[in-house]
C-alpha cells in the first residue's frame, strides 16, 4: 500500500478519531483527523487527501455542509461515517455528493474495503473497459451482456440502468441520482418505474432474485451494484 495515500478523518470523538488514525497507519496510510467541520474543510483544503472520512454530528457545523463546502471544489471521495440509521440522513448525504455510507459500530475490514473502493474509483484503471464479476460480464464497447458466457437479453433502458450501476460498482446510487441519469432531471419522485425495470433486471441477470448477488438494495436509499473484479 502506498504509505502516500492521506485519509482524512472528520470527527468530534476523540477515542473514535484516535482508534480509525491508528487503524489507517497499521494498514500504510497517512491517517489524518480534525475534530470540527471547520478543521476539516481548512486540512482538506490545505493537505489535498485522498479520502475524507466523515461524521456527520459535528459540533460546530452539520457534516452535510462540510460535503457541500468539499464539493464545490473537489472530487474527493468522501465516505460519511455516522451513527444517524435514518433513510433520509442516509439519502441526503449521498445527495449532496458523499461517495459512500457507513453506519456506526463498523468493522475494520469493511472501512477498509470501503477506502479502497473510494480510491479505485478515483483512479479508475479499466483499459478494455469490461465489467466481470461472479459470471457476469459487460463489454461497454460491444454494449453486450453475459453471465458464464450466456448472452442475456436487455431492453435499452435496462442495459443503460445496469451499465450506470456497473461504472459505480461497490457504491451505493441513490434512487433520485439513477433516475435523474436516466429519464432525466424532470422525471417526478415516483420511482416505481426504477422499481419495475430493476425486477426486470434481476430475472434476466440474478439465479434467486429474491437473493441478489450482483445487485442489492439499500432499502429506502437506491442500489449498489458488487465491485468489479476487473480493476
Known amino acids: 500500500m502506498n504509505n502516500k495515500t492521506k485519509v482524512l478523518f472528520v470527527e468530534d ?6 482508534f480509525v488514525v491508528t487503524m489507517l497507519e497499521a494498514n500504510g496510510y497517512k491517517g489524518m483527523s480534525a475534530a470540527t467541520g471547520r478543521e476539516g474543510v481548512s486540512m482538506a483544503t490545505s493537505f489535498c487527501p485522498d479520502v475524507v472520512l466523515l461524521d456527520l454530528g459535528l459540533p460546530d457545523m452539520d457534516g452535510c455542509e462540510v460535503i457541500s463546502q468539499l464539493r464545490s471544489w473537489s472530487k474527493t471521495p468522501i465516505i460519511v461515517i455516522s451513527a444517524r440509521t435514518k433513510e433520509l440522513d442516509k439519502v441526503t448525504a449521498l445527495d449532496v455528493g458523499a461517495d459512500d455510507y457507513i453506519t456506526k459500530p463498523f468493522g475494520s475490514a469493511e472501512l477498509m474495503a470501503r477506502i479502497r473502493t473510494s480510491l479505485r474509483h478515483s483512479h479508475p484503471e479499466t483499459p478494455d473497459h469490461v465489467y466481470k464479476a461472479q459470471g457476469l460480464e459487460i463489454n461497454f464497447e460491444k454494449r453486450t451482456v453475459s453471465i458464464c458466457g450466456r448472452d442475456i437479453h436487455l431492453t435499452q433502458i435496462e442495459y443503460r440502468l445496469l451499465t450506470l450501476l456497473a461504472e459505480n460498482s461497490g457504491r451505493v446510487l441513490t434512487y433520485s441520482f439513477i ?13 416505481q418505474i426504477l422499481r419495475v425495470n430493476m425486477a426486470n433486471i434481476r430475472r434476466k441477470i440474478e439465479k434467486n432474485p429474491a437473493q441478489p448477488q450482483y445487485v442489492f438494495t439499500e432499502v429506502g436509499v437506491g442500489y449498489r451494484m458488487i465491485e468489479n473484479e476487473n480493476v
Open 13 to 18: 470523538e476523540k477515542s473514535v478519531s484516535n
Open 179 to 191: 433516475m435523474s441519469t436516466i429519464w432525466g432531471p424532470y422525471i417526478d419522485d415516483n420511482n
